[in-house]
Structures are given as C-alpha cells and as structure tokens.
C-alpha cells in the first residue's frame, strides 16, 4: 500500500497546479495525481492540509460544478470568497461553468 503521505503531496502537487483563475474537479485532481476513481482521496488530503499552506484548496470543486463544503458553513464562504476574488463567478444557480473556468 502507498503511504498516505506521499498519496497527499502527489494530490497537493496536482492542486497547486491549478492556475489562479481556473478550478478543477475532486476526480480531475485525482487523476493528475495518478489516482482514478480517486475523488474522496482527494477530499481527505485537502482536509489534511496544514492551516498556514499556501496550497489552492478552493480551486477544487464537485463535478457538477459546486462547492462541496457544506453550504452556510465558514469554509464553504471562505471557498466563495477565494474563488469570487480570483474571478470565478458562478451562474445563478451557484454553479460553476466548468467548461469556462476549468482546466
């Protein structure tokens, strides 16, 4: 089995790849770290990130182009906040175009 530490900087790396501006989904991440069908992996290593990392977290979102974090929670705005800042505006239904704003 792989270490569940290096599994988490193989995720970071592919997260902190993602260009300012742009987001990617939970599989896609998995999949730039080489771990297919591996979404929820992706998941656990972002909630296992230090609190002072520099690593784009925010960048990732579902494949339906939604905020995963549960929404009215203070991640879920800090998320929002990040992204609207960047300049990813989602349509009106919260959603995110993934086909304009994903890489």
Known sequence: MTDPASLNERIWLAVAA???????????VANAAGLPRGARRVGRALGALPPDSQIPWYRVINAQGRI?????SKAAREQWDRLLGEGVIPDANGRIDLRRYGV
């Open 18 to 28: 993602i260009p300012a501006g742009r987001v990617s989904t939970y599989g896609a």
């Open 68 to 72: 995963a974090i549960p929404q009215g």
